[in-house]
Structure formats: C-alpha cells, structure tokens
C-alpha cells in the first residue's frame, strides 16, 4: 500500500514560511492524487489542498494564494509551501493519497503521522 511521512513543521511568526515535504516509501505515487489536510485541537480534519496527478491543484479558499502544492515525482516526495502564515493556520498537517482527487478527508485511506505547524502571534 506504501507509506507516508511528513516533515517541515515547526513554530514560525506571523507573516513567516514553512514547507512542509510529504515523502513516499514502498510504492510510486505518481499515478496518485495527493492531499493535505490540516486538524488544530477540539477541530475537524479539514481540507487544505490537493494535487493531482497529472499536476492540477485545487486549494481551501483559506489558504488561496499563501499556500502552493507541488510534487517531484522523481523524488516521490509532494510539498506544501506555505508563505505569510497566521495564527489560525496552526494545526498538525497531514498528508493523504489516493487514485483520484478529492477534498474530502475520509476519501483517503493512505495517510502520514502528521507534522506540528504553530504560528505565533
């Protein structure tokens, strides 16, 4: 089925960066749609981004022009650049993958352990 591990996070200012990397193993997920989706305490997991395979994208509207998703396939590695953070974007970031896109949290039945993002204020 393959695994999914991502890394990146950490506790940046308001207005900073992070990119957070979601690094493949045990099969290719090239043919995959990717997604990230983010939960912060007492909240639902909620969606962030996906790309798919063929590299078209779609984004929450929250995140819309801040965030950007890519991937290298080469690397099997997929990547959340997120520029100009607030403090309500703190949350734990997980990455998902599946045949095909969706913005959908329980349509994703491959997922990482999730990476910690807290932004201060």
């Known amino acids: 089925q393959g695994q999914l591990a991502e890394s990146g996070g950490g506790l940046v200012q308001a207005g900073g960066s992070l990119r957070l990397s979601c690094a493949a193993s045990?099969?290719?997920?090239?043919?995959?749609?990717v997604g990230w989706f983010r939960q912060a305490p007492g909240k639902e997991r909620e969606f962030v981004s996906f790309?798919?395979?063929?590299?078209?994208?779609r984004y929450a509207d929250s995140v819309k022009g801040r965030f950007t998703i890519s991937r290298d396939n080469a690397k099997n590695t997929m990547y959340l650049q997120m520029n100009s953070l607030r403090p309500e974007d703190t949350a734990v970031y997980y990455c998902?993958?599946?045949?095909?896109?969706?913005?959908?949290?329980?349509?994703?039945?491959?997922w990482g352990k999730g990476t910690q993002v807290t932004v201060s204020s």
């Open positions: 998902a993958a599946r045949p095909l896109h969706s913005d959908v949290a329980g349509a994703y039945d491959i």
């Open positions: 045990g099969r290719t997920f090239v043919a995959y749609a």
């Open positions: 790309i798919r395979s063929g590299g078209s994208t």
